[in-house]
């Protein structure tokens, strides 16, 4: 390890700008650690990417990733934590979900069968806000989250007129911006059978 190393890694335990050089920002924090004995302030880390939310997120097309991190890291910004709880579905899980509250044990949760959801194509994201650990199914804050995601640029279920979905982001192709949604619905059917890419 370098001298610069060092003193980089003493700088970020101290949580002061890890530059390298040691200036009086660096030894005045150094100071108050070994002379005042103050406790260390670790600069907050934002709550961005936690794993699970990352597991979600992989399975988004490369369009709508950045958008879901940005998203997460607007709403830390603002002192909401939010995890993504649901991103991609196949047509089996789906169909599986459908049968929920039908055909099998539990309450019906969706009304969308295999690839008549937003949720088949890796456009859509579900979220969950997390207060600590503690998720809140129902808060304001999913609206606080809603604006934030049509400043990104997203479409927020919050908005819909049908089956209001809070907790649902997706982003819409350009070619579907007027579309009504079960025309993108068919057209994202008919791009993922020929293969052709959902966003060209
Ligand atoms: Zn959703």
């Given at each position: 390890?370098?001298?610069?190393e060092?003193?980089?890694?003493?700088?970020?335990?101290?949580?002061?700008?890890?530059?390298g050089?040691?200036?009086?920002?660096?030894?005045?924090?150094?100071?108050?650690?070994?002379?005042?004995?103050?406790?260390l302030?670790?600069?907050?880390?934002?709550?961005?990417?936690?794993?699970?939310?990352?597991?979600?997120?992989?399975?988004?097309?490369?369009?709508v990733?950045?958008l879901?991190?940005?998203?997460?890291e607007?709403?830390?910004n603002?002192?909401?934590?939010?995890r993504?709880?649901?991103?991609?579905?196949?047509?089996?899980?789906q169909?599986?979900?459908?049968?929920q509250?039908?055909?099998?044990?539990?309450?019906?949760?969706?009304?969308?069968?295999?690839?008549?959801?937003?949720?088949?194509?890796?456009?859509?994201?579900?979220?969950g806000v997390?207060?600590?650990?503690?998720?809140l199914?129902?808060s304001?804050?999913?609206?606080?989250?809603?604006?934030?995601?049509e400043?990104?640029?997203?479409?927020?279920?919050?908005n819909?007129?049908?089956?209001?979905?809070?907790?649902h982001?997706q982003?819409?192709?350009?070619?579907a911006?007027?579309?009504?949604?079960?025309?993108?619905?068919?057209?994202?059917?008919?791009?993922?059978?020929?293969?052709?890419?959902?966003?060209?």
């Amino acid at each position: 390890m370098t001298m610069d190393e060092m003193i980089k890694s003493v700088q970020k335990a101290l949580g002061v700008q890890a530059d390298g050089k040691a200036g009086p920002e660096t030894w005045g924090a150094i100071y108050r650690q070994l002379v005042t004995r103050e406790p260390l302030t670790a600069p907050p880390v934002p709550d961005i990417a936690d794993p699970q939310s990352e597991k979600h997120i992989a399975t988004l097309l490369p369009e709508v990733k950045p958008l879901t991190r940005a998203l997460v890291e607007k709403a830390a910004n603002a002192g909401i934590r939010i995890r993504i709880i649901s991103g991609l579905r196949t047509y089996a899980e789906q169909d599986a979900l459908y049968a929920q509250g039908r055909t099998s044990a539990g309450n019906i949760v969706t009304n969308a069968r295999g690839g008549y959801s937003n949720h088949n194509f890796g456009i859509a994201f579900d979220i969950g806000v997390f207060e600590g650990n503690r998720y809140l199914g129902d808060s304001p804050k999913y609206k606080a989250v809603g604006v934030l995601g049509e400043e990104l640029g997203l479409e927020w279920g919050g908005n819909w007129k049908t089956i209001v979905d809070q907790p649902h982001f997706q982003l819409r192709p350009v070619w579907a911006l007027n579309l009504p949604e079960r025309q993108m619905l068919a057209e994202f059917r008919q791009r993922l059978s020929a293969g052709t890419a959902v966003f060209a």
